[in-house]
Nanobody
Framework: QVQLVESGGGLVQSGASLRLSCAASGRTFSNYALAWFRQAPGKEREFVAV????????YYADSVKGRFTISRDNAKNTVYLQMNSLKPEDTAVYYC???????????????????WGQGTQVTVSS
């Protein structure tokens, strides 16, 4: 089992920055995917970003590309999502998720991820 705990959400104004953290514990894998998804009220949970834990290769949804950066700290078993230039449309509950095997073609699919955190709320005011 892998446990994921998100933190760092909050209420900010448009243009502000937040840094989300996701701490992983329990069983981990050398080449797994650590992803961020988000879900706004009444909307589907959508892919935000993913990182290959081993290589550090990162991929982003078009909506956040250039504004968000995903990174990891192996020593801390933690993945981060640095969010800059936040917009009201970024408002959502943000979840981290883990897939034991990183697969480029499937990295955006929710069903691929076996483990999920509890979510952290990000609210961006106009």
């Amino acid at each position: 089992q892998v446990q994921l705990v998100e933190s760092g959400g909050g209420l900010v104004q448009s243009g502000a920055s937040l840094r989300l953290s996701c701490a992983a514990s329990g069983r981990t894998f050398s080449n797994y995917a650590l992803a961020w998804f988000r879900q706004a009220p009444g909307k589907e949970r959508e892919f935000v970003a993913v990182i290959n834990w081993s290589t550090g290769s990162a991929y982003y949804a078009d909506s956040v590309k250039g504004r968000f950066t995903i990174s990891r700290d192996n020593a801390k078993n933690t993945v981060y999502l640095q969010m800059n230039s936040l917009k009201p449309e970024d408002t959502a509950v943000y979840y981290c998720a883990a897939d034991p095997v990183f697969t480029v073609k499937l990295m955006r699919i929710r069903a691929r991820y076996d483990y999920w955190g509890q979510g952290t709320q990000v609210t961006v005011s106009s």
